[in-house]
Every structure is written in C-alpha cells, then in structure tokens.
C-alpha cells in the first residue's frame, strides 16, 4: 500500500495513519488494526451490516418484531412485557449492542438489541 492508499482510522477518522509491518497505526489516537480488503468488500464498497433476531431471522428496516423476554426500562415503573409488539423498526449503529431504534406504545422512542426480539 503506498500512502494515499492508506484508510482512514476506524477510530478517531484520522487521515494520518501509518504502516508498521501487517498493522496500521494511528499517530493521533493510538489505534492499532490489520488492513483486510474483505472489509472494504469488492471495489472499496462499504460491506452492510446484516442484524438478526433471537431466532436467526435477518431484520430489515420497516419490520415488525416482538419482544421476546421482559425488560426492564430506566426511569419506569413497569416494564416491557414480553409479547409487545414493536412496529417499523429502524436499524442503526448503537451504543452497548443496542440495533434496533423504535418507539413502543406507552414507553415512546427507545433502542432494543437484536437479540430480544422476534420477527413477525
């Protein structure tokens, strides 16, 4: 790889980084990692993320799914009971495992993981 074809850190987005023998390195943040092509996926394509649910199911944008054990919610006094159906999930990147971006009647917009809940 010569310099310009270097990617950026995962990390911190910093253009600097540098090769030191099969790892990359950051002079910014310190983040170290292997360059994979199959990351980038063919012709430097971003590869999608695919989201499954507690059975294995793909999840997609617009699903609805079920949850499937009781959760408990901060700052409430009951819980998510499990059977509630949730409609028109959004899949995103979250915090903690957390995938999956809705609103639940009753409770409003909130993040669940994927492996609480079902497809329908």
């Known amino acids: 790889m010569t310099e ?3 990617p950026p850190c995962p990390e911190c987005s ?5 090769e ?3 790892l990359l390195i950051c002079p910014e943040c310190g983040h170290e990692w292997q360059p994979s092509a199959a990351a980038d996926g063919p012709a430097g394509a971003p590869q999608e993320r695919v989201i ?6 793909v999840l997609s944008d ?12 901060k700052g409430s006094t009951s819980g998510i009971k499990a059977g509630t159906k ?5 899949l995103v990147d979250g ?26």
Do not use: P, W
């Not at 617009?62 to 919610?73: E, H, S, Y």
């Open 4 to 6: 310009t074809d270097l």
């Open 14 to 18: 910093s253009a600097y980084a540098y």
């Open 20 to 22: 030191r023998g099969a």
């Open 52 to 57: 499954k649910d507690s059975v294995g199911n």
């Open 62 to 73: 617009g699903d609805t799914v079920t949850v499937v054990k009781g959760l408990k919610v």
């Open 86 to 90: 949730v409609r028109n999930i959004r």
């Open 95 to 120: 915090v903690d495992g957390h995938d999956i971006d809705c609103k639940i009647e009753g409770f409003g917009a909130m993040q669940l993981k994927s492996s609480v809940v079902r497809k329908v």
